[in-house]
């Protein structure tokens, strides 16, 4: 076939199902495709679509919805389940590596010629694919360059560190480009997280590069500690680029419904910068003692609120929370009493849209980094209570690095993520009240808002980073 009937060149990207790691990615193709070039395509992009092992409507509506809007120069290409096995593991790395046949047949199988293959980083075992294909790999981390700093310098920590340092959740680790980071803002060498994160920072070192969700003005410092060669001593980490924030701000409602959310029409009555807002994520759920804590502080506050709260999983094979029973979770008369000053919602809601509103003035989060993201972009300060995974680190790197957050005392040991009413009313006074902190989180936001959007408009440093590493695919795109 020659040059003029040749098929042009296809990005393949390989997401993770969840719907913040599925839709990032393809924000993030997306952008690649309209950043060739003279301002055109280089290449047209396939998505290689993994079934996810149980299944969560959030996350198939936010899947159908990317696959409907996704536009021209996009292909989809659903993945034949694996045989199904009773014991299917439950990390996300170790049941991705079971479809590394069926995807090395579907990259095979393409027509177009391959210029590259995108892996989300819990897909990074897929890496292997990418070598025995001759095909240059990439890995996308849709979180942000404090979490890619710590996997890349984990190997060599791990190395060094005795268990007992851990387990005694006291002392500092050093993450270059930040201040020293309290061992309690680590992932435990005890859960299987952390095992994976240091495996991650291992394979890191094979892609040909790193396409990470942040900006360059979000994290100069451990941005540059990456390029320097100070999270790898003895070795230089792939070049990685930061082309954030990459969000999906057009999100479809979980219902389907297209009219204003009922929390939306709740808000619009509220004044400007008021409320404060709580959301915990599509894995956040709170059980009876936690919820009572949290209520206890938003009324002891006297602020208004709009309180997202769900209830546990059905059961012991599911990871998704269920729609909040209020009259168990909650404290007798506590709706009534806070009746017009404060709204709970049981079941989901559109966190995107109601970050947007002008009446949320706080944001007490889980510290999920597409949430933060949101939220900067935004401008709306925030109260970290981490969860789970790298989440302590984001809430450590909220206020300790960026000052974009007032500070929630988060148990730890025994008592996990619980937090006291007294941190609740406390945290909630300074994020919509008159305190210093409060303050200084909310002009640091306000910055960090700016500079989000500037970063992405053309002649910003994410859109260049974004023409660098379309660039370098081009570049090593040799057709065979």
Aim: hydrophobic share 45%; with cysteine.
């Amino acid at each position: 076939m020659d040059a003029m009937t040749s098929p042009s060149p296809t990005v393949v990207l390989l997401p993770m199902w969840a719907s913040g790691h599925f839709s990032s990615m393809l924000q993030a193709g997306k952008r690649l495709l309209l950043c060739g070039a003279s301002g055109a395509a280089a290449f047209s992009l396939t998505v290689l679509v993994i079934p996810p092992p149980t299944v969560s409507p959030s996350d198939a509506s936010s899947r159908g919805h990317c696959e409907m809007v996704s536009g021209g120069g996009i292909d989809f290409h659903h993945l034949p389940a694996v045989e199904h096995r009773a014991d299917l593991p439950r990390h996300p790395s170790e049941y991705i590596r079971l479809y590394a046949p069926h995807v090395k047949a579907a990259i095979a199988g393409l027509a177009a010629p391959v210029a590259a293959v995108v892996v989300d980083f819990f897909g990074t075992p897929l890496l292997d694919v990418a070598h025995d294909l001759a095909v240059p790999a990439y890995v996308y981390f849709p979180s942000n360059g404090a979490t890619l700093a710590l996997m890349l310098r984990l190997p060599a920590i791990h190395e060094k560190v005795v268990a007992t340092f851990w387990d005694e959740k006291q002392g500092v680790i050093d993450v270059p480009g930040m201040p020293p980071v309290p061992v309690a803002s680590m992932p435990s060498p005890e859960l299987n997280d952390y095992a994976w994160f240091v495996y991650y920072g291992r394979r890191f070192m094979e892609a040909r590069g790193i396409v990470v969700n942040t900006a360059a003005e979000l994290e100069p410092g451990v941005l540059a500690a990456i390029a320097a060669g100070r999270c790898t001593p003895g070795d230089r980490a792939p070049p990685v680029y930061p082309i954030g924030p990459v969000l999906s701000l057009n999100k479809p409602r979980a219902d389907g419904d297209q009219s204003p959310h009922e929390c939306v029409r709740w808000l619009d009555a509220q004044a400007p910068a008021s409320i404060v807002f709580l959301c915990f994520g599509s894995r956040g759920w709170m059980d009876a003692r936690q919820a009572r804590e949290v209520a206890a502080g938003l009324e002891r506050s006297g602020r208004s609120f709009l309180w997202v709260l769900r209830g546990p999983p059905a059961g012991s094979s599911s990871m998704y929370p269920t729609d909040a029973d209020l009259g168990d979770l909650l404290p007798d008369g506590f709706l009534e009493r806070t009746k017009g000053k404060g709204l709970v919602w049981p079941s989901w809601a559109p966190q995107t849209e109601i970050l947007a509103h002008a009446a949320v003035g706080g944001f007490v989060t889980h510290c999920g980094w597409n949430s933060i993201l949101e939220s900067l972009w935004h401008g709306v300060p925030m109260a970290p209570w981490p969860l789970y995974a790298e989440q302590p680190l984001n809430a450590f790197e909220l206020v300790a690095c960026m000052g974009v957050a007032v500070e929630l005392g988060v148990g730890t040991g025994k008592d996990g993520s619980f937090v006291e009413a007294a941190e609740v009313e406390r945290a909630v006074k300074e994020l919509v009240g008159g305190g210093e902190e409060g303050r200084k989180a909310r002009e640091k936001a306000m910055e960090m808002k700016a500079a989000c959007r500037n970063a992405v408009e053309k002649g910003g440093t994410s859109y260049a980073a974004t023409q660098r590493v379309v660039q370098d695919m081009i570049e090593s795109y040799a057709p065979k």
